[in-house]
């Protein structure tokens, strides 16, 4: 892990990186870097960027769960639609649902 200010002048922005990974600057809400008055509070900031953000992104499906669930979710989908038929609207087909009182 490596944690620095850069200077530009008269603000700093924050870098950080994490092993492995290639260094990160620390943006801001509208997608610049962030403008530090000191590099003290650049520091600190690129410290909580570094450990409050996950080090892998959630997106990764490692294991093939979501996959999986996918799948099984069209196959029902399909069966519903095939014993039940469906109602088509706006060019979507509907399943129609049965349920118990």
Known sequence: ?????????SYYCAAYRRNGCPDVLLDG?????ERFPSA????KAAELALHFKPAVSADEDVLG???FHEVRAAAEVALQINTLGGVVVDGRVIPVEVRRR
Do not use: Q
């Open 29 to 33: 809400a509208d997608g610049r870097p």
């Open 1 to 9: 892990m490596r944690i620095e200010a850069i200077g530009f002048g």
């Open 40 to 43: 003290t509070a650049a520091v």
């Open 65 to 67: 769960a979501l996959r």
